[in-house]
């Protein structure tokens, strides 16, 4: 087929998911814990007390998941790995059932003519490992290390793409430093020894990667801002541009080889574990960089103080918001991947994750009418497309999330799926936006 929708005939249409939102089976076939088991099971810190345990049933159901990508035609589906099932204690040799599952969760995608993207860490860390200190601690990064080469020698043959983390910025920050996600830890030292340790995890697996001579690409997925001026005023610009340092720069100055930025370095230097020679390793560029976009913040500048230093301070907004209360900002994507593309040398660009929960209310038949949804995806599909004529790299789009599933520390009230859960039997029961997607993936346009 020759596309005439504005994208090209080669874009990657796919969905996106992450073990623990999705798998359940925690007892599984030699499942190590992972620090999101515990922090579920600590009241207290997950909405009405929900946990993963069960999940979307996925461990069981991924049938049913593959032939719901089946019938979107989706040609990838970006899926994560739980690092326990592998190694249940986070080192040495791995459990056979897990990589088993994998195993034939790849193959059957293959069969299904879906590429398996494969996200090596989206967030369940070994709870051994964090009882050694976690992302704070150095001895992480190898072990993180160690747990890719596997993957690489197990399953270099059938995949593809690799990323290796999914959003350092919120395992550092929101895990070490803010504790709404596991560990749960309230501690800027931790949070800062961390963001290291995962530059450091990524830089590793990737010339481990490399060092394999596997033909596929290695990647990274950030969840980066471009934040936004509350107003013209020199001092909001400046606090912008000093925002997007945490959410951004950090990550991609060393990926690209230029080091931390020098104001983050002049605040919080002194916290960062850096040995001789781990620039060089993080600073070697992926082959390609994933972007997850989600809403756009806005900026305005107050006085510092010690728990706000940089002196940046969000402001109020006139968009409509989703039910995570974010902004609804589709124009923003498009900056981002302006900015992005303007600042770094990213030849290859993927959104590997964008979608919206809404109070999804299913008719009588069970079906989901989220006209809502579909309007969010029309519109961040728009910026996609105009993101492409402006000869940004973009080279493809996962939608999160195929399926309703469990939102963190939200639990499962949030709900970004095209896909529906019946909340009794878990039946598969696909929204409208479902049809929406698959039509936009047939070429049918927005
Ligand atoms: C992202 C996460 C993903 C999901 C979405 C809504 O930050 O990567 O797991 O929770 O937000």
């Not at 080192?91 to 993207?117: C, F, R």
């Not at 200190?133 to 747990?147: I, L």
């Not at 999330?401 to 009794?424: C, M, Q, T």
């Amino acid at each position: 087929m020759k596309r005439t929708d504005g994208f090209p005939d080669d874009f990657i249409w796919g969905c996106a998911t992450s073990s623990y939102q999705i798998e359940g089976a925690t007892h599984e076939d030699g499942r190590g814990v992972s620090i999101w088991d515990t922090f579920c099971h600590t009241p207290g810190k997950v909405a009405e007390g929900d946990t993963g345990d069960i999940a979307c049933d996925s461990y069981h159901r991924y049938p049913e998941d593959i032939a719901l990508l089946r019938e979107l035609n989706a040609n990838a589906y970006r899926f994560s790995t739980a690092w326990p099932r592998i190694q249940p204690d986070g080192s040495g040799k791995p459990n056979p059932k897990g990589l088993a599952y994998y195993d034939t969760l790849v193959d059957s995608l293959l069969e299904a003519g879906i590429e398996p993207w494969m996200q090596l860490y989206h967030w369940d860390l070994p709870q051994a490992l964090e009882d050694r200190g976690g992302w704070a601690n150095r001895e992480t990064a190898f072990r993180f290390q160690e747990f890719a080469e596997i993957m690489f020698a197990h399953f270099g043959d059938r995949i593809t793409h690799y990323s290796s983390l999914n959003e350092p910025w919120c395992s550092a920050y929101l895990g070490y430093r803010e504790g709404v996600q596991a560990p749960g830890k309230r501690d800027r030292v931790l949070a800062n020894r961390a963001v290291h340790h995962l530059l450091l995890a990524h830089g590793l697996a990737q010339k481990s990667y490399r060092a394999t001579g596997l033909s596929g690409k290695f990647g990274i997925v950030i969840n980066p801002g471009r934040q936004r001026p509350a107003t013209a005023r020199p001092e909001d610009y400046a606090a912008a541009e000093i925002a997007s340092i945490e959410s951004t720069r950090i990550w991609l100055d060393p990926l690209y080889g230029r080091g931390y930025p020098a104001l983050f370095m002049q605040y919080f230097g002194a916290d960062l574990p850096i040995v001789d020679g781990d620039m060089e390793i993080i600073g070697s560029p992926p082959d390609f960089l994933g972007v997850n976009y989600y809403f756009e913040h806005v900026v305005k500048a107050v006085p510092a103080d010690e728990r706000n230093p940089f002196g940046v301070a969000l402001a109020d907004t006139w968009h409509e918001k989703t039910a995570m209360g974010w902004d609804i900002v589709p124009e923003g994507m498009l900056r981002l991947l302006r900015y992005i593309a303007g600042n770094w040398p990213v030849s290859n660009l993927y959104v590997t994750e964008n979608g919206a929960a809404f109070d999804d209310v299913p008719d009588a038949d069970g079906v989901v009418h989220d006209k809502d949804r579909i309007e969010y995806l029309r519109a961040h599909l728009q910026a996609c497309r105009d993101a492409i004529a402006e000869g940004i790299p973009l080279k493809g789009y996962f939608l999160w999330s195929l399926l309703d599933n469990f939102e963190w520390a939200y639990g499962y009230r949030k709900r970004f799926g095209i896909v529906r859960l019946h909340p009794e039997t878990l039946n598969r029961i696909p929204k409208k936006s479902f049809y929406y997607y698959r039509d936009v993936i047939a070429g049918c346009g927005l």
